[in-house]
């Protein structure tokens, strides 16, 4: 995706920072003193999310409209009372992806109020979501069957197509559970799928329709996919889908259409995708 505008410097968690297993992480090991942080110590995963949760901690911290020591506060009530409780690894990595979240979505409101706005995140049950993101990264339950991507203790909402190719190797799968619907963005490889990134989309009370998009003005160029109201011509919500320049990892990003004068002639174009025989025309 080419901007000409920057309007968020920090959307998709740190492109900047290395995701490699083997990282330490960014306290000394020989210090831990609790089941968190030993069992972060002994699990390279978790060794590595921690150390990009500090970098991204340390990026808003000193970013304009941030107050530091209230963010500090809010660092030392997270390890206090929610990743210092966890005894599991599985709770560990919650715990992170939750407050990776968090800080994200607190950068990106203090870098533009308006753009946060329109781009905040549709609600879903902590729980639930913290059990989405810890799919990220993982193997997809199984490899594309039937024109279907699996995942278990999800469904295809009623009335979306199971998956739609955003371009070579890069699919998104609309499912659902308990009532909240997202989109999982999909690697495609040899026999194989891995989920890189998910976003929770609009009720059906909000959206209804699951669209293929992409838009070419002078403030943004990109593909994706988008919602739209039952009755209405413009999208109620878009996501293109990047490739971070540092990584070469594909990730959602939701676009502000108002704040880039992205509404109208000089808009996203958007279809609804027809299924014919595992081909979206």
């Not at 995963?45 to 901690?57: K, W």
């Not at 905040?120 to 594309?144: D, H, I, K, N």
Request: with cysteine.
């Amino acid at each position: 995706m080419e901007r000409k505008i920057v309007l968020l410097v920090i959307l998709t968690g740190a492109g900047f920072i290395a995701e490699a297993e083997n990282a330490a992480p960014s306290f000394p090991c020989d210090r831990a003193k609790n089941y968190a942080e030993t069992t972060i110590c002994a699990t390279p995963g978790l060794a590595a999310a921690d150390r990009e949760l500090a970098e991204i901690y340390l990026s808003v911290s000193n970013q304009g409209g941030i107050d530091p020591k209230a963010l500090r506060k809010t660092e030392d009530h997270w390890l206090a009372d929610v990743r210092n409780r966890c005894t599991t690894p599985a709770c560990i990595r919650q715990a992170y992806a939750a407050r990776k979240q968090e800080l994200l979505e607190q950068s990106a409101r203090a870098v533009s109020p308006a753009a946060w706005e329109e781009t905040r995140p549709f609600p879903v049950q902590p729980a639930l979501w913290s059990e989405v993101m810890a799919l990220v990264g993982t193997s997809c339950a199984r490899p594309y069957t039937d024109h279907k991507v699996f995942l278990h203790g999800f469904d295809t909402p009623q009335g979306f197509p199971p998956f739609m190719v955003i371009r070579n190797g890069v699919t998104v799968a609309p499912a659902e559970k308990n009532g909240s619907r997202f989109a999982f963005l999909i690697k495609d490889g040899d026999n194989t799928c891995t989920i890189v990134d998910v976003v929770v989309l609009p009720s059906s009370k909000e959206a209804t329709s699951f669209l293929l998009c992409k838009t070419e003005s002078d403030t943004l160029t990109s593909s994706g996919f988008g919602m739209r109201r039952t009755g209405e011509k413009r999208p109620a919500a878009y996501w293109s889908v990047d490739d971070e320049p540092s990584s070469g990892k594909s990730r959602i990003n939701r676009v502000p259409l108002d704040v880039l004068g992205l509404i109208g002639d000089n808009g996203v174009i958007c279809s609804e995708a027809e299924y014919t025989g595992g081909v979206f025309d």
